[in-house]
């Protein structure tokens, strides 16, 4: 059955649930302030979705400029109403939205771009994915940064669904499906909303589940001189407390997230 969530109600519960704007942008601001030495002004989102990330960049600095790219119609249409219109019309026109495929993007060169959610996993070949990270190594400026996000762990592979409560609302997190041989899996988002009603499927994603070793491999291959996976601390219970710190070792999680730096 079709989902009665309304399309402010849908982005909006996705973006409470899985999106922290703010805070990945200052991630990738500092980060490239610290191995280059000075700031990033312009930043492309690939598979920008609503874009809550673009528009937070060009917020951050009179000179910021940001292009978020998607194929999709729908989320970029919510990101005008959602993001883009709280924006001043100066930083309005230091943001674009560009429906396009990230395979075949036409934007300027940037100084960091960066692929979230997971959103790569929808190339399954090596071949495919190796083609766009190499468009994206193109279109990087000579000191740049492509950030990727990934999530890994015995867990995260098993046939099970995590729950998150958010305010009133709760989200769930389920994989449906997950094929050993291939990493061919198929991950679904459902929300209860505050008046106890589920929404079940609200978005799906057949993707293949890819490794850090084998996207570090893959980034190489594609002309980025170095990669820096992050890993996140813990707090005082033992959960992650927000922060991600380079790393070259760490525990084997049940379930984790983290990111990867690549460099031009
Ligand atoms: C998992 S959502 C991620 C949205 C956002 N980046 C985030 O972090 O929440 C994936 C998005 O990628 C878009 N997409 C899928 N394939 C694409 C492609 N080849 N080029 C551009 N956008 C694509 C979809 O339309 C969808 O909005």
């Not at 609302?169 to 449906?176: G, L, N, V």
């Not at 407390?241 to 460099?263: M, Q, R, T």
Request: aromatic share 14%.
């Amino acid at each position: 059955m079709k989902s009665q969530l309304t399309l402010d109600q849908k982005y909006d519960f996705y973006e409470r649930s899985v999106q922290n704007a703010e805070v990945e942008v200052s991630f990738m601001r500092d980060e490239f302030k610290r191995i280059y030495g000075h700031n990033a002004f312009s930043m492309r989102e690939d598979f920008c979705g609503t874009g809550a990330i673009s528009c937070n960049w060009v917020e951050q600095h009179r000179d910021c400029e940001a292009y978020g790219i998607d194929l999709d119609p729908e989320p970029i249409k919510m990101g005008k109403e959602r993001h883009f219109s709280k924006l001043t019309k100066k930083q309005q026109e230091r943001m674009h939205y560009l429906q396009q495929n990230v395979l075949n993007a036409k934007a300027p060169k940037v100084d960091v771009i960066c692929a979230f959610n997971f959103s790569y996993f929808i190339f399954k070949s090596r071949k495919e994915l190796l083609q766009y990270f190499k468009s994206v190594r193109k279109s990087l400026n000579k000191q740049g940064i492509f950030y990727l996000d990934i999530f890994g762990g015995p867990e995260s592979q098993k046939l099970v669904t995590d729950t998150k409560k958010v305010d009133k609302i709760t989200y769930y997190w389920e994989c449906q499906h997950f094929n050993p041989l291939t990493h061919d899996c198929t991950f679904a988002i459902h929300f209860r909303d505050a008046k106890g009603k589920k929404h079940e499927n609200v978005f799906t994603y057949h993707w293949r589940f890819w490794t850090m070793p084998e996207l570090r491999d893959i980034l190489s291959e594609a002309g980025f001189s170095k990669t820096i996976a992050f890993w996140e601390g813990d707090d005082d219970e033992g959960n992650g407390n927000g922060e991600f710190k380079a790393a070259d070792d760490a525990e084997n999680c049940d379930a984790w997230v983290s990111y990867i730096a690549a460099l031009t």
